[in-house]
Every structure is written in C-alpha cells, then in structure tokens.
C-alpha cells in the first residue's frame, strides 16, 4: 500500500528523484497554468546576468522570492512568473576585454566594433547552464523556456518607446555636467550606480595656504599682508584647476598669527580659517587670534592663483559662498575646481566662476600640467603636495580615511568630470516619486523611511547615455545642419523606418548597425544622425514591467493585466539599482510604482559573520551546498536563520543543523506513519467519515486549523520568517507531544477505534502539514504526499503543488484545549530543564512534582506524571519553600548612576523578600528602594536574579510557571530506574541490530546478581515492553555486549525466535 520510507541516497537523492517526477509529469508547467482566468498575482523577477556564475546570494534571493508566488497559486490566484535575463552594459563588455585581451576604448575601436559587439551578444548566456541548474535544484519556479531577453529587438523597441515618452513628457534633455567618471570604462555613471560602489580608502590629503593678494579690506579693517586662506582638499590633484574658494557665510572666520617656528628662532604667519576649527588645524601650534568676521565679510577676497599651469579666461581666484560647507572637518573653506565636483561646477555657475579643465577623458593630466602630463591624476597626489611644500604653499598634509566612489563593475576610483550627457529630469519628479514610494509595503518599513525613502528625497537627474558599445542604443536622431540642429526621438522599428533614408528591413538595434541609419530632417531636408552613445543598462532592467511584454505593440491586455506587480524581492543594494529604476520609470511613465509590496534581502556572510571573498577563501560554492545538504535544508535555513533583511550566517555546518532540525522531524513522523500504517493495511480513504474522540487527537487537529490560520496570514503579510517558525514549532509539538504521548496506540496489537482514531489523525495532520509546508520545502512536502495521497488515491491531484490551501476548520479549534495542553507542554518541558540541571535521566523514576499553577485538569497531571516519569504532582507550590534566589544589582546599569551606592543597594535588595521582588520584576513590576533621600527603582532591566533549587531539589521556571522536582532517590525508584534503563537498552540493541518492530525476542542477561535480581522481580513488565519470550540469566554467550545502567555494569544480548 505505502512504500517503504528509505533515503539511500540522503535527503540530496530524494530530492532528485522528485525533481525527476516533476519533469515526467510536466508539474511545474502545471502548476503555471492552474487557476487559469483567475485573478492574477503578478511576481516580477528582476534579470541577473547569466555571463557570470551564480554565487550563494543568488540562492538566497531565489528561495526568497519562490515562495510568495507558490503561496498565491495555492491561494487561488493566477501567477505569471516570467524569468529575465539582464544582457547589455558594462559587465559583458569587461568580461570581453579580458577574454580578447585588450582594454579601453582605444583598443576596442582598433579590434573594430562590430566584432566586439558579437563577441558580446555571444557570451551573455556563457553560464546560462550553471544558472538554469542552480535554480532547479533550488526548486525556484519561473518561466525559464520563455524568458525576457534585453538585447533582443523587441525589447528594446519597448524601451525605446519609453525613452520617446520621456521626450514628449520634456524629461530627457541633453546637458553639460560635471559627473561620476569612470577613466578606465570611458564613460559617464549615474548616481544610483556611484552608490553602489563607495569605498572606505585611506587617501593622501592636504592643507593648501592660498596667499591673500594684498590691499584688500575685510570688514572696515585691512587685511595683514603676507595672509593665507588655508583649504582642505582630499584630492590634491584637482589643486592645479583650482578657480576659487567656498566659505558659508553664516560661519564665523578668524584672521590668526602663527608661530610656525620654533620659540627660539620663531617664524610667523597669518592664516584664515574657521573659527571653531583652528584646534584641530593648528593642533600644537601657537597662535593668536587678530581679529574675528563673519564668512559673508570673506566674500569677494582675492587670492593669487595657486599653480600656474591653468590659463583662466573670465572670473577666477577670490572667495564665494556656499551652503554645503560644514565645519565636521578641514578649515571651514573648500577650494573649488568647477571641472571635477557636483558642487563645485553649480557653485562656481550661481557666482560666475570660470571653468577649465586640466585631465583628459582617460583620467590624465593634459600636456600644460608639465611636471605631471600624461600621468594618471589620482597617482600624482604625493607629487603635488611635494610641489606645493616647496613653494611654501603647503600648510599640512597626512593620510585620511573616507568614503571614496569607485566604478561598481571594475573598481576604478572614480572622477567628477564635466561631460555632454543625456538626462532623464528625475528631480522634477522629486514629490511623486516620494509619494509613490510611500504607498509601498517595504519589508522593513525602514527602507521606505530611510535609506530608499531618503535617496528619493534628495534624487537628481538620472544620467543615461553611456559612451560605451554594448548596450540598447540611444534613439535620438540630431539634423547635422548646424544652422537647424532638429532633434527627433524614435520610438519604434515601424517609425524608424517610415523616417528612414536607408534602414534595412531586419535592422538589428544594437551599434553598429544603428549608426548606419539616417534620417530625413523634416525641417531642413538634411540627413540626421543618431547620437553616439547606449543607455544605462538599468534603464533596461528597469523597463521589465512592460518590455517583457513587448508593450505597446503586443500584450497590451496582459500587461495590463499584471501591472503593478504584487511582490518583488532582491538584496539591500538593488535601493540603487533595480528598486530605484523601477520606481523611476513607473513613475515617470505611469504615474505609479511598479510594485505594492518588497522584501529586501540581507547579505549572505560566513559562519563567523564574515562577508565572504575570494581572497579571504570563506565563500561557500552554491552547486555544492546544494549538492551536499539538498535544497530543502538550505531553504529553511534562509526561511528561518534570521529576518530576511538581515544579515544571514551560512555555512555547509549549519545548513545541516537546520536539516537535523525541522527536515528530519518531519520525516520521522512521517516514517513512524508509514512504518505501523503499512504493517496494519491501514487506508485512510475507508475512514473519511470517522470522528475522532481522543482528547489528543482533538488537541492536535484543533493546533493544526490554529497553523493553517496563521501561516496563511503571516503569508499573506509577507512574514516568512514568523510563518517557517510556526511550522517549526507544530511539527516539534507533533513529534515530541503528540507522537511521543500517542506510541502505544500505535503499537495496539488490534485495530480498535482508538487505534483507527490515532491513524486518521495523524495520517490527516501530516498531509495538511505538508501542504501548509510546501512553498517552503517543495521537495520533501511532494514526496510525503506522492505515498500517502498520490500512492492510496488516483483521482488527487498528482502533486502537492498542483493543491489548493487547506481549508481552516473553525469548528475543529478549541482554543481552552489548546491553552490547557500548551500549559501541560510548558511544564513538562521545564521539568525536563529541571532534570537536566541535576543530571538525572527522565528515566530515572522521582516521587513527587511541585508546579506553582493552581490548577490543572487531571488528564494533564496524569500526562505530566509520565512524561515526567513522577509518582505524585502538588500544584499550587510556593517555590520559595524550594528555591533559593540570588538577586544581585545589574552593575553596567546601575553603576553608571548609582556607582558609589552600590554596596548599600547591595544591603536593600538582601533585606527584601527575595521570593516577592523576583515576582515583581519577572512581571514586568518595579519595586523601591530610599537610600540617603534617593529613590531609586529596582526593575528587570537593572537587576539579575538567579533561581536554583534547595539542596535535594531542581527548579526550572518559565515566565510565571515555576517547577521542582525532589531530587531524594529511595531505593525503590531506584530499582524502578534500573528496569527502565535495561529496557532501554534492548529496545536500542533491536534497532542497531536490525530487528523488524514485531520480531519476538530471547533476551540474555549476565554479569551483575544485584541487576539480575531486579530484573526478575519485573520480567514481566519486561518482557512485554520489548517481546521478549523469554528472560535467560548467566548464559555463556560470544555476543554479549558490555551495557552501563545507571553506574552498574550488565552483559546484554538479543536473539530473534519468532519472526514476523
């Protein structure tokens, strides 16, 4: 009927062979199409990159966003999940450099761009094997025959018909601005994508001494000749294009004189520099202060140019204000370069700096920075500060640690560089963006107050042209007349070629073919030729919501159909990427954020809470974690190890300590099921009108409506973690409680109605239970039901994912039984603590309980008496009588106040009923204490109390359930504790050796008179626990096996007589 339940190959080959059966019976396109013309659920399942290998975070995201989808199916609803591919951008085309052996721009157009491009198309699925067998062997469900693809054509038509909506809309413009640079990658990042990549990075910074030209006033007062303005800079290379100097007005400035000599021979100079921070510069230097102004009495103060190799034609060299500068650090005054700062170029634009620009596109000093042309400027910082020490222009140089932007894909440091670009004019959508943001359920709330919610508020024009090859190519087309310069955005294949001049009918919309396209300008008649650059590849991911569609021009009901998305989830960095694109464009598109609800993913560390790297070696290889563990364990491990925007500890160990855990709980419920099912022919299907009796059974059926409810609503909250939890805590409750308190009906030697009772209850717990599990553990959940649905019914579905929710039974939850059995749970849990806190084995009988409760049914005291292996429960205990409690003064607390006090606190606490001021603050209460006129209030914060059982006694308590056991063993109970631990013994001897469960035995004993005594006195008892026939003392036996019981030795052996 059932089959046997074996694991020859570990969870990992149970785990194959369904993914083998789900192959056979197409279940997961099944599954995909259950609940057709049902209302939909849309999941969004943002593009990785396939030219790279799948890490661990991958898995993590994976499990993570599997789940809500399985949930929703089971709910009813129609679930589209559709898998993308992230194909164009920078990372393809690093990977091709490498692999062609070349770098940068230069080398590429020598190479020549259309093989390059080719090269690019053709590597983007290099590791698509990799990534498509991760994800089924992970058990992630999506649409991987009919993915989205962003290099192909009819993507990117989608795309380019939001970028011409954009246009009609007046927010893509082409601007001049200083930017985020990468030299190495030739072209301009976005601001999300410098988020991305910021460093810590120790950096050589100086103090530049800015001489002061003479004859000018500040205030009503003439300022001393030969006075510096001293500037802080972290980057000493963009000195040279140095332009002007940043005070704030509001801030007050002193004018000083220092002794930069010694007192013998001193040597003075006069300096500017913020008031409040001329400590920290000067540091030891003496100095005196000659008079003091407002940063506003600053304004207009010319200074000489500090190096001579810029020829400046306009505005130059004297003071102007910003509001950005601060006095956290430096002088209190900014040098400004308008060519290599945000701040900087729009500082310098508001007071009509000129602007220069002394670094070529490479990152290099052009040929008029003569000491240091042709170098990379971040590699000239010493060399400058050493030019300016010898020119007395240097006050002050020393290494600092900051945060520094480097490129998120090669890891160049990156430039602030001033760039012809095109913007997207995200800042005029600052306020919708922001309140589009909040309507969103982020998972935390936080991200939506703060880090996302923050880069919202303070968002700048998004920068998407890209001077690069690879990528979805800008359609914007400029009339070459320079007299006209007529600008047209396209917006489709179709209208590109209405507008045409010679556009072949299978255009491929990648460079360079695209380039090859004119246009017709129809304002001059002159040829029109497409801007040069592609766009940000985020841009591409970020159109997925309808690109995957091909919307406008196919799907247009099914994207309608699935916008927004229910539920999307990816790790914490994608708040400046992926969230952000697509928060982005469905607002500047639709009026809307494309999704309702996000779950934001910690990252993935060590075992150690390290993060993982190649150089330091801790990473763990995904293929083989799921390879060794099975993809079950590590989806619980992620599911229940921590909230899932917090950081995950993982490692092969505790992936399979999860396993030992909930997995293997489950399995061996489901086993002891199988195993006395089978032996008894038992078919649930004949029984499906019977009516449990049994308070157990009532009490487990009544739990498990409890889950069904919960699990369902934590779900339906995005709360996974709390709804794994809940599961976990039921099967544990299943295991030690129900099956544990309910063996002996099982092994009933007739198939009574209690017997029948105990069979339908468990056979019906463990298929809801593994339907509530199965989005959570896919593999393990449709393998219970292939043998105990699948295997006894021909007309259920044929997997467990192709079943609807369990329906929640009102009428089956009691909630005073549940409370009632919870309270008999509780305290035969503290008595096993209480146990273990003395050593002694439950198996050792002890002649009385003490509990604190006041009340408990007697089916409960009964319960609590054997599980507890007690002779006699008294409620209504005052523990005093049996502990002792410790409660001594919190010190890294109180000490911080009441430090001197604390000896005397120590007197106070001792005088008080130490019983009656544990009770308070274990409750939440707070008692007082007056020493010298102080109140002073005791609570659980403040105080550590320790409770320990009297001598003969263990206490363990919980809350405000206390328990204690009396430890005095008579040599009754122990004779009594004898008999249970030979039995024991022999039962585990018939499991190490093989034995079939209703195999009859001859049992040997040997070696001890005192045991052998005790063992007849009770072998009948004996030999009906573990059918044995018969009891044969000082036999000469080969086998015999050396057996310690309870400090005694005693010779065992067990031989089969009657098999069954």
Not at 562 to 580: C, K, L, M, V
Not at 687 to 709: A, P, Q, R
Not at 881 to 894: A, G, H, Q, S
Request: aromatic share 12%; hydrophobic share 35%.
């Amino acid at each position: 009927m059932y089959k046997n339940v074996e694991l020859k190959d570990g969870f990992v080959g149970m785990e194959r062979e369904v993914a083998e059966n789900w192959k056979k019976k197409d279940i997961i396109k099944k599954n995909f199409d259950m609940n057709k013309g049902k209302r939909y659920f849309t999941f969004y399942d943002g593009p990785p990159t396939a030219n790279g290998k799948p890490h661990v975070g991958h898995i993590e995201t994976r499990v993570m966003k599997d789940i809500i989808p399985r949930y929703k199916v089971m709910k009813g609803y129609q679930v589209i999940r559709k898998a993308g591919w992230d194909t164009h951008g920078l990372p393809v085309e690093l990977e091709i450099e490498k692999k062609l052996g070349i770098s940068g721009k230069q080398q590429i157009e020598e190479y020549g761009v259309e093989k390059f491009v080719k090269e690019c198309k053709e590597s983007v699925f290099t590791y698509v094997h990799m990534w498509e067998e991760m994800t089924n062997k992970v058990g992630y469900w999506v649409d991987m025959e009919h993915p989205y693809v962003t290099y192909h054509n009819d993507y990117i038509e989608s795309v380019w018909w939001a970028l011409s909506q954009l246009w009609k809309k007046g927010l893509l413009y082409e601007g001049h601005k200083v930017m985020p640079y990468c030299p190495r990658c030739g072209t301009a990042l976005s601001s999300h994508e410098v988020a991305q990549g910021y460093k810590d990075v120790k950096d050589l910074t100086c103090i530049a001494k800015f001489k002061v030209l003479e004859g000018q006033n500040i205030g009503n007062g003439a300022i001393e000749p030969d006075t510096y303005i001293l500037a802080w800079t972290t980057t000493p290379w963009t000195l040279p294009s140095n332009l002007a100097l940043c005070v704030n007005k509001s801030y007050t400035y002193a004018e000083i004189k220092a002794n930069i000599g010694t007192d013998e021979e001193p040597v003075y100079e006069n300096y500017i520099l913020a008031k409040d921070l001329i400590e920290s510069v000067l540091k030891e230097t003496p100095y005196e202060i000659i008079k003091e102004f407002k940063g506003e009495e600053l304004l207009g103060v010319k200074y000489e140019q500090l190096m001579p190799f810029a020829k400046v034609d306009g505005k130059a060299f004297e003071v102007i204000h910003g509001d950005y500068v601060t006095l956290t650090d430096g002088t209190g005054i900014v040098h400004i370069a308008p060519a290599y700062g945000e701040d900087d170029s729009l500082v310098s634009k508001q007071n009509g700096i000129a602007f220069v620009n002394l670094v070529d596109k490479s990152g290099k000093f052009v040929p008029e920075v003569e000491p240091w042309a042709g170098r990379f400027v971040r590699d000239c910082n010493e060399d400058i500060c050493k030019w300016l020490a010898d020119e007395n222009k240097l006050f002050s140089k020393e290494k600092h640690m900051h945060s520094y932007p480097h490129c998120w894909r090669c890891d160049t440091p990156l430039l602030y560089y001033p760039k012809e670009s095109w913007f997207v004019a995200m800042s005029k959508l600052r306020d919708e963006l922001v309140a589009n943001n909040n309507k969103v359920n982020w998972y935390p709330d936080t991200i939506r107050t703060g880090r996302f919610g923050k880069f919202l508020e303070n968002v700048i024009d998004w920068g998407i042209s890209r001077d690069r090859y690879w990528g979805t190519p800008l359609p914007i087309w400029t009339c070459e007349d320079e007299n006209c310069g007529h600008q047209e955005c396209i917006g489709s294949i179709a209208e590109l070629k209405e507008k045409a001049i010679d556009c072949p009918d299978d255009i491929e919309l990648h460079k360079p073919y695209i380039d090859n396209v004119h246009l017709k300008c129809p304002k001059c008649g002159k040829e029109m030729k497409r801007a040069k650059e592609v766009i940000d590849c985020w841009f591409d991911s970020g159109s997925m919501p309808f690109a995957q569609w091909h919307y406008p021009f196919e799907n247009k009901e099914m994207f309608d159909n699935n916008f927004p998305a229910g539920f999307i989830s990816e790790a914490i960095d994608q708040t400046r990427g992926w969230f952000y694109t697509l928060t982005a464009l469905g607002t500047a598109l639709f009026g809307r954020t494309p999704f309702e609800n996000c779950i934001v993913l910690g990252h993935v560390l060590d075992e150690h809470g390290q993060k993982m790297s190649k150089s330091k070696k801790n990473g763990v290889d995904p293929m083989v974690l799921l390879d060794s563990v099975g993809a079950d364990a590590t989806r619980w491990h992620f599911y229940t190890c921590s909230a899932p925007w917090l950081p995950t500890r993982l490692s092969l160990n505790n992936v399979q300590e999860t396993q030992r855990g909930f997995l293997s709980t489950l399995w061996n419920v489901y086993s002891f099921y199988v195993l006395y099912a089978e032996i008894d022919q038992f078919n649930p299907l004949k029984y499906s009108d019977f009516k449990v009796t049994n308070i157990m059974d009532k009490w487990i059926i009544s739990k498990l409506n409890t889950l069904v409810k919960e699990v369902d609503e934590k779900l339906s909250q995005y709360d996974i973690t709390s709804a794994a939890l809940q599961i976990e805590s039921f099967t544990d409750e299943l295991s030690n409680w129900y099956v544990r308190r309910n063996r002996e009906r099982f092994w009933s030697q007739e198939l009574t109605d209690d017997k029948i009772g105990a069979y339908v209850t468990l056979y019906k717990v463990l298929v809801t239970l593994c339907k509530v599990a199965a989005p959570f553990v896919p593999f393990m959940t449709d393998e219970i039901y292939q043998n105990l649905v699948v295997g006894l019914d021909e007309k259920a579905p044929e997997s467990i994912h192709l079943c609807l929710w369990p329906e929640y039974d009102e009428t089956a939850v009691d909630s005073n039984l549940e409370r009632e059995m919870d309270l008999a749970y509780t305290i035969v849990k503290l008595g096993r603590s209480a146990r273990n806190s003395v050593n002694i084995k439950n198996r050792q009988p002890l002649s009385e309980m003490l509990i604190s409760v006041n009340t408990l049914p007697e089916y409960y005291s009964d319960i609590v008496k054997e599980e507890l292996n007690v002779k006699k429960v008294e409620l209504g205990a005052e523990m005093s009588d049996y502990v002792n409690f410790e409660i001594k003064p919190n010190l890294p607390v109180l000490g911080k106040e009441y430090g001197r006090l604390i000896p005397r606190i120590k007197q106070e606490i001792a005088k008080k009923n130490q019983m009656d001021l544990a009770n308070t603050v274990k409750n939440g209460g707070v008692e007082y204490i007056e020493i010298d006129d102080t109140q002073i209030a005791l609570n659980s914060e403040n105080l550590l109390i320790t409770m320990n059982g009297k001598d003969g006694f263990a206490f363990a308590g919980e809350g405000e359930i206390g328990v204690v056991l009396d430890t005095h063993i008579t040599q009754e109970l122990k004779e009594e504790g004898y008999v249970r631990e030979v039995l024991s013994k022999v039962q585990n001897m018939r499991k190490d050796r093989g034995f079939e469960v209703l195999d009859k035995i001859n049992l040997y004993v040997a070696g001890n008179e005192m045991l052998e005594n005790v063992i007849k006195q009770n072998a009948e008892l004996i030999k009906h626990d573990t059918l044995a026939l018969d009891i044969i003392y000082d036999a000469e036996r080969a086998d015999y096996t050396e057996t310690n019981i309870n400090g005694e030795n005693l010779k065992l052996d067990v031989e089969v007589v009657c098999k069954i």
